[in-house]
């Protein structure tokens, strides 16, 4: 089955598998194909629980892989789903990393880094030189431990309490990284405090960069509004929610607040 990205109906999917990855986050693979790009995302749907936004990890021939982590209503309903079972997808959707540079740093906080996974494997296909920076809470909540194992990606991982890798924020690695190699350009998902961080060193650095944002979406192609972003009026399902550097430089709202879903500021 091949899905066109510009239908607004779900198309029923089977859920392939589901593989843990972390605690509380797992993998759910569909099959079929959609032909997403890194950065692009879906609207998974489940009946009676509603629609909602989610990035691709995955994507393989026939098949395609979306991340979740367990959090809320939604998801719970999700996790409790079994191999067989059947839900809506809707998407792709976005605009995607652009995939530029030779010798590129990503940066991902929590499960962020899941459509940043996405984004390494295809360049690391081409043989560029791909620094993958994961940071968590915990080890417990880092992901994608041997997924890159032998790719040609230099992973580097960070958590708060010291349990794997550095001890402290992964843009402190980021920092680390930029004094000592020359990056041609850093792509960010994750918490909008840490991609807040990134956005910041860049800046002081002169180094292209882009960044996922994650806003309140409930149709998923720029028909309801509600992602709009203060200050430009894009919104991040159709404009987004793949912005670079110099774009949010004119997004009023980034590292201050977003909207929650009846338009008033929630705090990041």
């Known amino acids: 089955m091949t899905f066109s990205r510009h ?14 990855e972390a605690r509380d986050i797992s993998t759910f693979w569909f099959d079929g194909d959609i032909k997403a790009k890194p950065g692009q995302f879906v609207m998974l749907w489940i009946p009676g629980a509603g629609l909602k936004p989610f990035g691709v990890s995955y994507q393989e021939k026939g098949m395609f ?3 979740i982590r367990k959090v809320g209503p939604f998801t719970e309903k999700l996790f409790a789903m079994e191999a067989g079972d059947m839900v809506g997808i809707q998407g792709p959707y976005g605009r995607a990393f652009s995939e530029k540079g030779e010798k590129v740093a990503l940066v991902g906080g929590g499960y962020g880094t899941a459509p940043l996974a996405f984004l390494a494997e295809e360049l690391a296909k ?14 417990d909540l880092l992901l994608y431990g041997e997924r890159f194992r032998n790719r040609n990606v230099k992973m580097i991982y960070s958590t708060d309490d010291g349990s794997l890798g550095h001890k402290g924020f992964c843009t402190d690695c980021l920092l680390s990284l930029l004094s000592n190699e020359r990056i041609d350009r850093v792509y960010c998902c994750g918490p909008e405090m840490m991609m807040m961080k990134a956005f910041e060193i860049c800046a002081d650095k002169g180094i292209p960069a882009e960044f996922s944002l994650e806003r309140h979406m409930k149709c998923g192609f720029g028909v309801c509004g509600s992602c709009a ?13 793949v912005f670079t550097l110099d774009e949010l430089k004119k997004v009023t709202e980034f590292g201050k607040y977003k909207r929650d879903g009846a338009g008033g500021r929630a705090k990041l």
């Open 7 to 20: 239908s607004e109906k779900p198309v029923i999917f089977r859920i392939k598998e589901i593989i843990p």
């Open 126 to 139: 081409e043989w560029r030189q791909v620094y993958f920076i994961i940071g968590a809470a915990t080890k």
């Open 65 to 67: 892989g979306l991340t």
């Open 229 to 241: 972003l203060d200050g430009t009026g894009w919104r991040v399902c159709t404009d987004g929610p």
